[in-house]
């Protein structure tokens, strides 16, 4: 089993910074990254991809987050910028394996004050 683990959230006020870290515990080299969220009573969402390909953002974080990869670290990084109350979630890290399935690191809280 591989396992994900978070890390970075913490509690900002509005238009502050955060970077949130995701560390595998196996090789990341060939797989797709992510970070979703999931705030309370809502579904969870994509926040953003990365592969060899480029990258993919959420049309409600594009220009403010950036996603990164270190695979020599096994880690995935999201800079967010220009933080917001709406941006208040816990952020999951996912490695996408896609028949095989995927997995899920156990979040991190990010809130966000006004």
């Known amino acids: 089993q591989v396992h994900l683990v978070e890390s970075g959230g913490g509690l900002v006020q509005a238009g502050g910074s955060l970077r949130l870290s995701c560390v595998s515990s196996?090789?990341?080299?060939?797989?797709?990254m992510g970070w979703y969220r999931q705030a309370p009573g809502k579904q969870r969402e994509l926040v953003a991809t990365?592969?060899?390909?480029?990258?993919n953002y959420a049309d409600s974080v594009k220009g403010r987050f950036t996603i990164s990869r270190d695979n020599g670290k096994n880690t995935v990084y999201l800079q967010m910028n220009s933080l917001n109350p709406e941006d208040t979630a816990v952020y999951y890290c996912n490695l996408d394996q896609g028949i095989l399935g995927n997995f899920w690191g156990k979040g991190t809280l990010v809130t966000v004050s006004s």
């Open positions: 196996r090789s990341i080299t060939v797989y797709t």
């Open positions: 990365i592969r060899s390909a480029g990258t």
